[in-house]
């Protein structure tokens, strides 16, 4: 019931679930650890007799990190403005396919400890950014994590009737977004699309794109890459091929990003490109490319 007995590893268990929730909250593996350093801190700082009297340390640590990442999400708004270019998600590696990791901590990263579910697609991410802070909030807590409204309502300062409406809304949303091709399916299609885009051939590139498909790419300034999303198969195709005779001694290689299946650019093994698709009927409807390296620091360990 208090801090006392096994209390303080209850209390340092709790990470992994503040993790889950935090970067499915603000999309970046960064801020969600961040929030999530800052919820323990603030419960350290408790008095003692203050954290005794706290029935639950893992629902009180959840509340306080999910008001930390609303604020984030709030101020994100102008941040984005700023930002050069599109923003997009961090891409999460999936550490069970990389047999050459070495013998790394796990836990040393926090995105390792990131469940790899359908939650955290890039493109179930990209709706999330749609949301409002508060409709975000509540859709995840409740839809993704099943934490009953009453609960959320002491997160967003809102009536639980209120919370309800907000994840209702929210879920309109992500309702326009389709399921997503089978696992086997998908890995095809993102096969082929790397041996087209190896070869340089176009003609199978456009066949592999939907004609209205859409490709966004995030280089924060940082590194350079196209401002705008590029629309149009045909257009992306010709895109990609201009890429790949820019950038020779490029490795591609099909992996899982965000738990499905996905392309990842190297050169001289070192991660430049982190690449998310969204296919339907056998044809990429948008890919959407991480280029900036600050947001491929979890794929550092690959090579």
């Known amino acids: 019931m208090g801090t006392v007995g096994t209390s303080a590893d209850e209390v340092a268990g709790e990470r992994r679930q503040l993790i889950n929730v935090a970067y499915r909250l603000l999309g970046s593996v960064t801020e969600a650890e961040d929030a999530v350093q800052d919820a323990y801190a603030r419960w ?27 604020d984030l999400l709030g101020s994100a708004r102008a941040r984005r ?37 359908e939650s955290v697609s890039m493109a179930f991410l990209v709706v999330l950014e749609s949301m409002t802070p508060a ?45 997503p091709e089978t696992a086997t399916g998908q890995a095809d299609v993102v096969r082929h699309v790397k041996e087209a885009w190896e070869t340089k051939d176009i003609a199978a590139l456009v066949g592999l794109l939907n004609p209205s498909a859409v490709m966004t790419a995030d280089g924060g300034g940082m590194v350079g890459t196209v401002l705008r999303p590029v629309e149009g198969g045909a257009r992306i195709a010709q895109y990609m091929v ?14 899982s990003v965000n738990g499905v299946p996905g392309l990842v650019a190297q050169r001289a093994g070192v991660v430049v490109t982190v690449a998310s698709f969204d296919i339907s009927d056998g044809r990429v409807t948008r890919i959407w490319a991480v280029r900036n390296p600050e947001k491929l620091r979890p794929w550092a360990r690959e090579g």
């Open 44 to 70: 350290y700082a408790l008095p003692r007799n203050r954290q005794e009297k706290i029935l639950s340390p893992g629902a009180w640590l959840t509340t306080v990190t999910s008001r930390i990442c609303l």
């Open 81 to 117: 403005e700023r930002y050069v270019g599109a923003w997009l998600p961090e891409p999460l590696p999936d550490r069970t396919e990389w047999d050459h990791a070495g013998g790394a901590d796990p836990t040393a990263d926090p995105a390792d400890q990131i469940v790899l579910d």
């Open 135 to 179: 409709e975000r909030v509540a859709f995840v807590l409740h839809d993704v994590f099943r934490y009953p409204f009453a609960e959320i309502a002491d997160v967003l300062g809102r009536t639980p009737a209120a919370c309800k409406q907000l994840a209702a809304s929210a879920r309109q949303r992500v309702s326009v977004a389709r399921a």
């Open 242 to 255: 201009a890429i790949a005779d820019k950038a020779p001694g490029l490795e591609l290689l099909v992996r």
